[in-house]
């Protein structure tokens, strides 16, 4: 699977748009890119997912540059309990070999502040 | 109700001992799924389960096993507990042909 690099943290306003952004220069056709987030010693909780085209869902917004060699995630309007750590992950689906098994790099940080 | 539960949520338990954490869900997925989690750092993955008789190792395997008694439940044990499991546990389950995975809501473990 590709690598991936985030910014270590990030701070926004309440009510403001989030923007994370994801660097993954390495990413092959095959591979989509996950966004997950963990809130304090809570469980990851999924996001969104995308392979080339843009993606909306009912908590983000992802943007992939045409090249999809990095990516966005936006939160339209930030609550405060929508700061969590922020994961950005590249992986191929159905590879061979494929444990299923996801890889947290460090993370963006995203603090939402009132 | 959730979806993914964990049972105990927090559990303290000394050397030696031999403990098991529970991880069921509800949500018919054929996959599930060990990880451990320790300050600061990311998920480390330490068994994972394609179906009831297909059960792997994951990156961090030694110390523990697990028991898959049925497409719900999947159990972790620690045969002997040191100090050095300490650490956030983590269930997750996913459907097959699909990547997502979705997690429970953790087990705090402390070894003393």
């Known amino acids: 699977d590709a690598k991936t690099t985030q910014p270590p943290s990030m701070d926004c306003a309440e009510g403001r748009a989030a923007n994370l952004p994801c660097n993954h220069s390495?990413?092959?056709?095959?591979?989509?890119v996950y966004w997950y987030r963990q809130i304090h010693s809570q469980g990851p909780q999924y996001i969104i997912h995308g392979l080339k085209n843009n993606e909306t869902n009912e908590m983000a917004s992802l943007i992939i540059t045409e090249d999809r060699k990095s990516s966005t995630l936006i939160l339209p309007h930030a609550t405060l309990r929508d700061t969590a750590v922020y994961y950005c992950?590249?992986?191929?689906?159905?590879?061979?070999?494929?444990?299923?098994?996801?890889?947290f790099g460090q993370g963006t940080t995203l603090q939402v502040k009132p | 109700d959730a979806d993914v539960t964990q049972t105990p949520r927090n559990r303290i338990t000394k050397t030696g001992k031999r403990i098991m954490l529970e991880c069921s869900q509800t949500k018919g997925h054929d996959r599930m799924y060990w990880y451990r989690q320790d300050p600061g750092l990311g998920l480390q993955l330490i068994y994972y389960s394609f179906d009831v008789k297909d059960i792997n190792k994951g990156e961090i395997s030694d110390g523990y096993s697990v028991s898959r008694q049925a497409q719900a439940k999947f159990s972790l044990s620690l045969e002997s507990a040191i100090p050095n499991q300490t650490a956030l546990y983590f269930c997750a389950t996913s459907e097959q042909g699909r990547e997502t995975q979705y997690f429970g809501p953790g087990t705090r473990l402390l070894v003393l």
């Open positions: 390495t990413i092959s056709g095959n591979e989509y």
């Open positions: 992950i590249v992986r191929a689906v159905r590879g061979s070999g494929n444990t299923g098994k996801l890889i």
